[in-house]
């Protein structure tokens, strides 16, 4: 079993930051990309930026030079350092690892179960 589990997300003011954490734990062989996406009300989900193996990264256009992803490889874990936050950003942002369970395992997909984030004053 593999899980995901998100923290870090909440309310913050326009302009404000926010880091949220993500940390896989469970039977896990080795981990290649992680990522976030997020969702707001009536969209659909988005990649905001994604981390290989080998630290290296990919940013939606809306979110480069505020965001910055990073991951903790010891850790299993991976974060998203959100500045300069949006009304627009405002949404349940989503951890999604590709995982490599077992030696023998087939890589597939893993998502946590969500965090939510709102950008308000």
């Known amino acids: 079993q593999v899980q995901l589990v998100e923290s870090g997300g909440g309310l913050v003011q326009p302009g404000g930051s926010l880091r949220l954490s993500c940390a896989a734990s469970?039977?896990?062989?080795?981990?290649?990309?992680m990522g976030w996406y997020r969702q707001a009300p009536g969209k659909e989900r988005e990649l905001v930026a994604a981390?290989?193996?080998?630290?290296?990264?990919n940013y939606a256009d809306s979110v480069k030079g505020r965001f910055t992803i990073s991951r903790d490889n010891a850790k299993n874990t991976v974060y998203l350092q959100m500045n300069s936050l949006k009304p627009e950003d405002t949404a349940v942002y989503y951890c999604?690892?590709?995982?490599?369970?077992?030696?023998?395992?087939?890589?597939?997909?893993?998502w946590g179960q969500g965090t939510q984030v709102t950008v308000s004053s």
């Open positions: 981390v290989t193996s080998a630290a290296g990264t």
């Open positions: 999604n690892a590709l995982i490599r369970p077992t030696i023998v395992g087939r890589t597939r997909d893993y």
């Open positions: 469970g039977s896990i062989f080795v981990i290649n990309a």
